[in-house]
T-cell receptor, first 115, second 113 residues
Framework: DAGVIQSPRHEVTEMGQEVTLRCKPI?????LFWYRQTMMRGLELLIY????????DSGMPEDRFSAKMPNASFSTLKIQPSEPRDSAVYFC?????????????FGPGTRLTVL | RKEVEQDPGPFNVPEGATVAFNCTYS??????FFWYRQDCRKEPKLLMS???SGNEDGRFTAQLNRASQYISLLIRDSKLSDSATYLC??????????????FGRGTQLTVWP
């Protein structure tokens, strides 16, 4: 299995631009998670989906952030407009059956820099 | 109180040493726990799950103390390749389904020759 796939791996953009991060979970997994990691705040859960339905988006920092999962094999995280404080590594992870399946499998991450 | 708190480290130990990390959690209803490993500039990867009093996998032992609400990770006979950041993870359930996952800030380990 190819594992969780994320694109792009690196993104450099200017403040005010729209940024779209993409994720393909492991085939068959029914949970998908978006995380953000910074030195200051560590790893934070932004939102997660179960069977393509958003379950908990309380970690989404503000309205500039939105996430969608149109089908079982694809999800996007969009930031519009982007700000320098959004600079971080964004990870997508997937799992099967929630806790019953054990831990989560993370993608390689997207390193976002907003200038 | 934070959901998960870890020894901040860093821990610097020689090869062959035994090292232990602790993690405390605030939600007494948590039933299962995880240790993840994260190498520099890489994604976190599951190291061990802890569902009851503890779990052992080769040189790694995870122990759970529910009364005191802490989890520990013991690494015996440390290898250079064990150098990484170790993240303690505590889930919170929403009824019968998975809730949020709370990650500790991580404990950095460096094993030197």
């Amino acid at each position: 299995d190819a594992g969780v796939i994320q694109s792009p791996r690196h993104e450099v953009t200017e403040m005010g631009q729209e940024v779209t991060l993409r994720c393909k979970p492991i085939s068959g997994h029914d949970y998908l998670f978006w995380y953000r990691q910074t030195m200051m705040r560590g790893l934070e859960l932004l939102i997660y989906f179960n069977n393509n339905v958003p379950i908990d988006d309380s970690g989404m920092p503000e309205d500039r952030f939105s996430a969608k999962m149109p089908n079982a094999s694809f999800s996007t995280l969009k930031i519009q407009p982007s700000e320098p404080r959004d600079s971080a590594v964004y990870f997508c992870a997937s799992s099967l059956g929630g806790l019953a399946g054990g831990g989560q499998f993370f993608g390689p991450g997207t390193r976002l820099t907003v200038l | 109180r934070k959901e998960v708190e870890q020894d901040p480290g860093p821990f610097n130990v020689p090869e062959g040493a035994t090292v232990a990390f602790n993690c405390t959690y605030s939600n007494s209803a948590s039933q299962s726990f995880f240790w993840y490993r994260q190498d520099c500039r890489k994604e976190p990867k599951l190291l061990m799950s802890v569902y009851s009093s503890g779990n052992e996998d080769g040189r790694f032992t995870a122990q759970l103390n529910r009364a005191s609400q802490y989890i520990s990770l013991l690494i015996r006979d440390s290898k250079l390749s064990d150098s990484a950041t170790y993240l303690c993870v505590v889930p919170r359930r929403r009824g019968s389904t998975l809730g949020r996952l709370y990650f500790g800030r991580g404990t950095q380990l460096t094993v030197w020759p």
